[in-house]
């Protein structure tokens, strides 16, 4: 196992929230939020054919978490969860993915919506998100059944805040 693995920003993600308090938890939550990504422009021609997909993974950094615990009460919920049967920020490793919108490319510059991560979230890496290769058949989602919908749409709090 290697022990230690260094990743470069491939851009960084622009949106409307400057705090992690009191915005979306997840991008069903953020609904028709906009923003933009900048892209490096050392990458720019990877972006080529990426206009024809209307979804995309966002591979992010959380770059304003700090230390993690192995059991957290997460956003949606109102007792300790084991860490990685969460999303919460706060991580060994702070990667955070969300699917969003992809609404056009401009240059270097990727115009996105459904949003739930902080203005100048460095950008790890974009995926395309093809149903068919993330067929979830059966999919059980344990603690968070009845606690998922979009509909509850309660905003974050300080629980994860610096
Ligand atoms: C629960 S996480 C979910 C993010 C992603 N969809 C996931 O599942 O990995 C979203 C919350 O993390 C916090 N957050 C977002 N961007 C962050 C960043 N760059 N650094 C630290 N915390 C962040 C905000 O409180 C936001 O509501």
Not at 63 to 79: F, I
Not at 114 to 127: A, V
Request: aromatic letters at 8%; hydrophobic letters at 40%; a neutral charge.
């Amino acid at each position: 196992m290697v022990d230690k693995v260094v990743f470069e920003p491939i851009g960084v993600i622009h949106t409307p929230f400057k705090a992690p308090e009191n915005m979306p938890v997840q991008p069903a939550r953020g609904k028709d939020i906009e923003g933009w990504v900048e892209v490096d422009p050392r990458y720019e021609e990877a972006l080529a054919d990426l206009a024809g997909f209307s979804h995309i993974y966002l591979i992010f950094h959380f770059h304003r978490s700090k230390g993690y615990s192995l059991k957290v009460v997460p956003h949606l919920d109102t007792e300790k969860r084991g860490l990685f049967a969460t999303r919460a920020p706060r991580r060994p490793n702070p990667i955070g993915i969300s699917v969003v919108r992809l609404k056009k490319i401009e240059g270097n510059k990727l115009h996105i919506c459904d949003l739930d991560m902080l203005d100048g979230t460095p950008l790890l890496d974009i995926k395309p998100c093809v149903r068919e290769f993330d067929a979830a058949n059966g999919l059980r989602i344990g603690w968070l059944d009845g606690k998922a919908s979009p509909a509850r749409t309660h905003p974050s709090d300080d629980r994860f805040a610096d």
